[in-house]
Nanobody, 124 residues
Framework: QVQLVEFGGGPVLVGGSLRLSCVGS????????LAWFRQAPGKQREGVAA???????DYAESVKGRFTVSRDNAENILYLQMNSLKAEDTAMYYC??????????????????WGQGTQVTVSA
């Protein structure tokens, strides 16, 4: 049974940093495509960062240069380091997984497995 559990959300000030973690189980982590998505109140869920099994990353334009996605295949953990946070980064953040090697996407539909989310609130 595939499980994804996110950690690390919380309140943070504008300009601050936060690191999210997502622990996976029930699948071969090292060959999976992994991604972070977020959903703000009243908005559609959007892709933030993705990372392929070969560690190739991709980012939404809105977070490029501020967020870094990484993965620890030995520990089955996906990370999202978020720096220079803005109020508009406030959202529920979700990790997602797809059993596809050497591939990534920032679209929702290819990912069948999702975590429950962790809330990030950025305020002045």
């Amino acid at each position: 049974q595939v499980q994804l559990v996110e950690f690390g959300g919380g309140p943070v000030l504008v300009g601050g940093s936060l690191r999210l973690s997502c622990v996976g189980s029930g699948f071969t982590y090292s060959t999976a495509a992994l991604a972070w998505f977020r959903q703000a109140p009243g908005k559609q869920r959007e892709g933030v960062a993705a990372i392929a099994s070969n560690n190739v990353p991709d980012y939404a334009e809105s977070v490029k240069g501020r967020f870094t996605v990484s993965r620890d295949n030995a520990e089955n953990i996906l990370y999202l380091q978020m720096n220079s946070l803005k109020a508009e980064d406030t959202a529920m953040y979700y990790c997602a997984a797809a059993m596809r090697s050497g591939w990534y996407s920032l679209r929702e539909s290819p990912y069948p497995y999702w975590g429950q989310g962790t809330q990030v609130t950025v305020s002045a």
